[in-house]
């Protein structure tokens, strides 16, 4: 566990990146801000709307946020948080008659006219990193170079400004490292740093819009752990995530925005993951959603079999699903089990992929060419990265995969495909103004939703999801997980890879775990609980 370290350093050369032990000192004595009454919000919002072309999105928001005060804000999918946020930031101008006030100074929404360089900082869902670049050279575009003789850039002193703000955060990162060599908790860091970057007064706001949607579970009390350390020095977070456990590791406070409005705002210790869930969806959630599907007979035969199976993780895997089961693989970031996922998948050049697999009771084939042939339908990890077509409308990015289907002798269906797109948005309830508007317009949760009816759809006989309900809200979680099983009654084979155990408890009647890229441990059935997972998961490397 690693815990926020505040080093204390030479002053000399370093006033000007001075993350947190400048906020600090301004944060104890208010320093920068004497003449604030310590009950002024750090953001007041009175009814604040935005409409979209087809789509009221945020409906007359009001929002008071003390100082130091963590608030979680929280809602279905498509609710509005991002867009909130996305106002707040001067994205989006809202509609007429909202306000706003910034440490009791009233401001524009919208734009950023009225806050100068307050501290109004955001950590946006993509993080905003361009990861070509190493931490040092993204810091230094928000923070600005270091110039030595002659203007030149000194690489030295900006190198130095960058470990230190790192340091600062509690992390040890090689920060000439490229970001995309990055883990993404790593990442993630580097986004807060630079958001923080010139902040010299305790009292602001740190924005963090679901920063561990793509992080693995484990890494998740990391993360925790940096945020407390940014309210240590005074700082209000306003905290958007799906994942309601972290709401009451890290929150004081939680609204709830439901179709656009703020529905309730309460303690966090007033609630507790059941209520809390029924208050984003309403009582027919269950936070604690179990498939409870029966153990497979060890003796069906399988619709894919592996042995062998190595890339650059996982190493000598064998394993072998049947039709109707769900089966998981567990694992630690780096363990092997996101490498699984894109082995099977043939996601992965056939160079990379050693070992053999069979289909159903076929004979076995070397698995490089056998799986990237086959390319099973894939749920990746990354959906922005790697299954979203940013140009495509939603209704094409559902039908990408079975075009083929609407093929008549004068060309496509219009007529079969609309019929298609209607059912798939239907099914997943996928909250979309117009099929044909971008996917770009949905919120994130509803984009994989798209992704996973994109799979789905294809009528696969084996399907691969992994962390397959990444930024998907509660409710969401578990339409999906009662389609999936659906799905697997009537003979669909399904592996899920996922760090999060929850996705594993809900949907597996069996879990291979993978550590140091070998099968560590086996469970199935009642077997499965969050603490033999974890334990299973922390088993040393063979
Ligand atoms: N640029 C846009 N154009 C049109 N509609 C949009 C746009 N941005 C968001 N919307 C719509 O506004 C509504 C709110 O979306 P928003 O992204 O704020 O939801 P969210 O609560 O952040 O969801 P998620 O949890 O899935 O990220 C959705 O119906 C979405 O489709």
Known sequence: MITI????TDSSAQATTDLLEGALAAGNTAADAPQLDPDTPVLRLRN???????????????????????????????????????VLAGYHAPDPGSESWFNGEEFHLGSRDGLGSSHLR??????????????????????????????????????????????????????RKPLAEATPVERTVVAIAAALTGWESGRGLLVLDEPTAVLPHTEVGRL????????????????????????FAIADKVTVLRDGRVTATRDAAELNTQSLAELMVG????????????????????????????????????????????????????????????????????????????????????????LTRQRLPLVPADRAGEAVVADFSVADNLTVRVLDRFRTLLGLSARRENAFVEEWI???????????????????????????????????????????????????????????????????????????????????????????GHVVAELAGEQITDQALLAAMEAGDR
């Open 224 to 247: 925790l752990d940096i945020v407390r350390g940014v309210q240590r020095m005074g700082a209000s977070v306003l905290y958007v995530s799906h994942r309601l456990d972290e709401i």
């Open 426 to 516: 239907k099914r997943l309830e996928i909250k979309v103004s117009a099929p044909d508007a971008s996917i770009m317009s949905l919120s994130g949760g509803n984009q994989q939703k798209v992704i996973m009816g994109r799979c789905l759809a294809s009528d696969p006989s084996l399907v691969i999801l992994a962390e397959p309900t990444a930024g998907v809200d509660v409710g969401t979680r578990q339409a999906i997980y009662e389609l999936i099983g659906q799905l697997a009654d009537d003979g669909l084979a399904v592996i899920v890879t996922s760090t999060d155990t929850t996705d594993l408890l809900a949907l597996c009647s069996r879990v291979v775990v993978l550590n140091g």
């Open 283 to 370: 009582d027919q959630v269950d936070a604690a959603f179990r498939l409870g599907r029966p153990v497979v007979a060890a003796d069906a035969s399988p619709v894919l079999s592996v042995r062998n199976l190595s890339g650059v993780q996982v190493k000598d895997l064998g394993l072998s699903v049947a039709r109707g089961e769900i089966l998981g693989i567990a694992g630690f970031a780096g363990s092997g089990a996101d490498e699984a996922a894109y082995l099977l998948a043939g996601a992965r050049p056939a160079g990379e992929i050693q070992g053999e697999i069979r289909r159903g009771d076929g004979s076995w084939e070397p698995a490089g060419a056998a």
């Open 5 to 8: 370290i505040l080093v204390k």
């Open 48 to 86: 604040v709307s935005k409409t979209f072309p087809g789509t009221h999105a945020l409906k007359g928001i009001d929002l008071d946020i003390a100082p130091g005060e963590v608030r979680a804000l929280v809602g279905q999918n498509g609710s509005g948080k991002s867009t909130l946020i996305k």
């Open 122 to 175: 955001f950590v946006h869902q993509d993080l905003g990193l361009v990861l070509e670049m190493n931490a040092v050279e993204n810091l230094a575009l928000t923070a600005g170079f270091a110039t030595g003789l002659g203007g030149r850039v000194d690489w030295g002193e900006q190198r130095r400004r960058a470990e230190e703000t790192i340091a600062r955060l509690g992390v040890d990162l090689d920060v």
